[in-house]
């Protein structure tokens, strides 16, 4: 429940190490190992297949998404639409698509939970971050076919409306040469948004910067649970550092290369709605009179886009392009 001891400890742990380790039931494992066999299937279709289905990696409605091949990772970037379903939406196996659709809902829904939780311990009330996001998406069995690349208006073609949150999956090659010559596939960065979901990943790579000690913690190196449950990663995004004045400080994380075959990484960045205006004024007067601390950037008319995160993101943007590996 929200205020809860477990949630006060939840966002206690965030704080000293900017992420927390969650355990979801083993049935979850399970799934996210489906999709992850399902996930490699995919990146083994031909360059042209996957294009085709996925489309090139690229602005759909104000929005990256689609298929990219870059020289330390290949990334499918997925997003919900506004109608139900998921875009693009892959059908090679035929239950990829479905299954990334069913859990974006559910990782949405997470998000939104864990957030009320922050909004508490940031002295606000719980429903404080729900004017700036997006709706939520509708259930996952709303859609399971692959929609149309575009829907027909006004006898022209209109981009779909899609989510500002995206799963974003990614292949790493066990043969891969890292960045300058190192082991690191991924290097070093916060994602932007409020908070990212990753599950971990079957084999090993992903690495958390902890905020307690500054050291880096290969955190999918970890024995299993005993009981078999899947081990969900939930890290502060760039955003929610920004809103909070580093009271949650973001978490660096980067990704090096796994020991063998390959790695399937299925992060879930939640983010706010780009144009959503961030005025903590509201919520800090509130907290004052209440005689509570409000955690909280002194804010009044900026929108999520005009934060500097979103210049660190167009700077990845640019690294990628640059290492787009040449036909």
Same mark, same amino acid.
């Given at each position: 429940?929200?205020? %809860? ?8 742990q965030? &704080? ?9 039931p ?12 399902a ?5 083994? !279709? ?5 294009? =085709? ?7 759909? =409605?104000?929005?990256? /998404? ?32 479905? %299954? ?17 939780? $922050?909004? $508490?311990?940031?002295?606000? =009330? ?14 996952? %069995?709303?859609? /399971?076919?692959p ?13 779909p409306?899609?989510?500002? %949150?995206?799963?974003?999956?990614c &292949?790493? =090659? ?7 010559? *190192? ?11 409020? $908070? ?12 958390? !910067?902890?905020r ?8 999918? +190196?970890?024995?299993?649970?005993p ?11 760039? *955003? !929610?550092?920004?809103?909070s ?17 390959? &790695? ?7 983010r ?5 205006? !961030?005025? /903590? ?8 009179? +209440?005689?509570? /601390?409000?955690?909280l950037?002194?804010m ?28």
């Amino acid at each position: 429940a929200v205020g %809860s001891e477990l949630g006060a400890r939840f966002c206690a742990q965030l &704080r000293r190490d900017s992420y927390v380790p969650l355990l979801l039931p083993a049935s979850e494992r399970s799934r996210f190992e489906a999709i992850e066999e399902a996930a490699s299937a995919w990146f083994k !279709l031909s360059e042209d297949e996957k294009i =085709d289905q996925a489309g090139e990696y690229g602005h759909v =409605d104000r929005k990256f /998404t689609g298929y990219r091949n870059g020289k330390f990772r290949e990334q499918l970037e997925v997003r919900s639409l506004a109608g139900g379903g998921a875009y693009p939406m892959p059908h090679t196996p035929a239950s990829f698509g479905p %299954s990334l659709n069913h859990v974006l809902v559910d990782m949405d829904s997470m998000a939104r939970g864990l957030l009320q939780h $922050i909004a $508490i311990d940031l002295g606000a =009330d719980a429903d404080f971050f729900d004017p700036l996001l997006d709706p939520p998406p509708p259930s996952a %069995s709303s859609a /399971t076919a692959p929609p149309p690349a575009a829907v027909e208006k006004e006898g022209e073609e209109a981009d779909p409306v899609l989510s500002h %949150s995206l799963m974003r999956v990614c &292949r790493y =090659d066990a043969d891969g040469e890292g960045v300058y010559g *190192t082991n690191v596939l991924c290097e070093a960065h916060n994602d932007v948004g409020f $908070i990212t979901l990753d599950a971990c990943a079957s084999t090993a790579g992903l690495e958390a !910067l902890r905020r307690a000690d500054g050291l880096w913690v290969p955190v999918e +190196q970890s024995p299993p649970p005993p009981g078999g449950e899947l081990v969900l990663l939930a890290m502060v995004g760039d *955003t !929610l550092g920004r809103l909070s004045n580093n009271y949650f400080a973001p978490c660096k994380h980067r990704v090096v290369c796994p020991a063998h075959g390959e &790695r399937i990484g299925l992060p879930f960045l939640f983010r706010g709605r780009s144009d959503a205006i !961030l005025n /903590t004024k509201p919520a800090r007067k509130r907290a004052a009179a +209440q005689g509570r /601390t409000a955690h909280l950037a002194e804010m009044e008319t900026m929108t999520i886009k005009e934060l500097p995160a979103f210049d660190s993101g167009k700077a990845i943007l640019r690294d990628w392009f640059r290492s787009v590996k040449k036909p």
